[in-house]
Nanobody, 122 residues
Framework: QVQLVESGGGLVQPGGSLRLSCAASGRIFRIFAMGWYRQAPGKQRELVAR???????NTADSVKGRFTISRDNAKNTVYLQMNSLKPEDTAVYYCNVERLERLPTLYEYDLWGQGTQVTVSS
C-alpha cells in the first residue's frame, strides 16, 4: 500500500516561511502529477499548486510569486516552499498524487496525505 506522509507544517509569523514535504512510500514504479491542496475552516479544499512528472507547474493566483512547488522523483517526494506567508494562508495542507504506477500497468489514483496544519499568526 502506498502512503503519503507530509511534514513541515507549524506556526509562523506573517511574512515568514515554511517548507512542506510529502514523501510517498511503498512499492512505486512511477508517479505522475502531484499537488498540494489546502482547506481552511469553513471553506472548500482548494488547489494550491501542481507539478507534473516532467516538472511543469501551475500555481493558484492567491499564492503565485510566494509559493513554489518542486519534486524529487528519485525520492518520490514533493515540496512546497512557502514564503511571505499571510494569515489567510492558514489552513490544513494536503498532499495529493493524481496517479501513480505501482508496477508497470498497475495504477492507483487520487491518493491523499493526512494533512499538515499551517498557522500564520502573530
Amino acid at each position: 500500500q502506498v502512503q503519503l506522509v507530509e511534514s513541515g507544517g507549524g506556526l509562523v509569523q506573517p511574512g515568514g516561511s515554511l517548507r512542506l514535504s510529502c514523501a510517498a512510500s511503498g512499492r512505486i514504479f512511477r508517479i505522475f502529477a502531484m499537488g498540494w491542496y489546502r482547506q481552511a475552516p469553513g471553506k472548500q479544499r482548494e488547489l494550491v499548486a501542481r507539478i507534473t512528472s516532467d516538472g511543469r507547474t501551475n500555481t493558484a493566483d492567491s499564492v503565485k510569486g510566494r509559493f513554489t512547488i518542486s519534486r524529487d522523483n528519485a525520492k518520490n517526494t514533493v515540496y512546497l516552499q512557502m514564503n511571505s506567508l499571510k494569515p489567510e494562508d492558514t489552513a490544513v495542507y494536503y498532499c495529493n498524487v493524481e496517479r501513480l504506477e505501482r508496477l508497470p500497468t498497475l495504477y492507483e489514483y487520487d491518493l491523499w496525505g493526512q494533512g499538515t496544519q499551517v498557522t500564520v499568526s502573530s
